[in-house]
């Protein structure tokens, strides 16, 4: 079992660029999350899926930000245009049902320049 | 609506000693999850507690939920510097799973 997959590792950007990230959930893993990590506002979730299906996204900090996931073993997050407030670090988790705990990954340090 | 504290902040130890981080919420829990994150990794998952009083053990990490399911605590006995991270409750609000602010653990050997 390789966990969650996440990529790339470190991503450092220039303002307004287009930034790309990915996420290979556990194989049998029905949900998938993504989360940014801050020092001032912690661990926050942007949006998770059930299914392939987006549920909720109310944490998606505005239009910048968008996610898809459009098959069971792939889930990208994408931010256009960057800013340097982005920068964090970026994690992607699966569980396999609701009453599991999550599986993260290793992360996405984005740091917009 | 439902306000959900986790203390302390920071907590600094000598090894051997002993340590406690607690989530408090204002309202009923369903359930608490823990986790833990190194310096620099990612959080991983210790436990779930979900029963009205329910206390787990994992050697020495000793998990409680309160009799309320209000409050719940994680406790480490005789501490190690393997124990440094910051530990996590995650607990559900209205649908949406929430971290705790997280309790940074250092221990000085």
């Known amino acids: 079992d390789a966990g969650v997959i996440q990529s790339p590792r470190h991503e450092v950007t220039e303002m307004g660029q287009e930034v790309t990230l990915r996420c290979k959930p556990i194989s049998g893993h029905n949900s998938l999350f993504w989360y940014r990590q801050t020092m001032m506002r912690g661990l926050e979730l942007l949006i998770y899926f059930n299914n392939n299906v987006p549920i909720d996204d109310s944490g998606m900090p505005e239009d910048r930000f968008s996610a898809k996931m459009p098959n069971a073993s792939f889930s990208t997050l994408k931010i256009q245009p960057s800013e340097p407030r982005d920068s964090a670090v970026y994690f992607c988790?699966?569980?396999?049902?609701?009453?599991?705990?999550?599986?993260f990954g290793s992360g996405t340090r984005l740091t917009v320049v | 609506g439902q306000q959900v504290m986790q203390i302390p902040q920071y907590q600094h130890v000598q090894e051997g000693e002993d340590f406690t981080t607690y989530c408090n919420s204002s309202t009923t829990l369903s359930n608490i999850q823990w986790y833990k994150q190194r310096p620099g990794g990612h959080p991983v998952f210790l436990i779930q507690l979900v029963k009205s009083g329910e206390v787990k053990k994992q050697k020495r990490l000793t998990f409680q939920f309160g009799e309320a399911k209000k409050n719940s605590s994680l406790h480490i006995t005789a501490t190690q510097t393997t124990d440094v991270g910051t530990y996590f409750c995650?607990?559900?609000?209205?649908?949406?799973?929430?971290f705790g602010q997280g309790t940074e653990l250092s221990v000085k050997p």
């Open positions: 988790a699966s569980r396999p049902q609701e009453s599991d705990g999550y599986t």
């Open positions: 995650l607990y559900n609000q209205g649908g949406k799973l929430i």
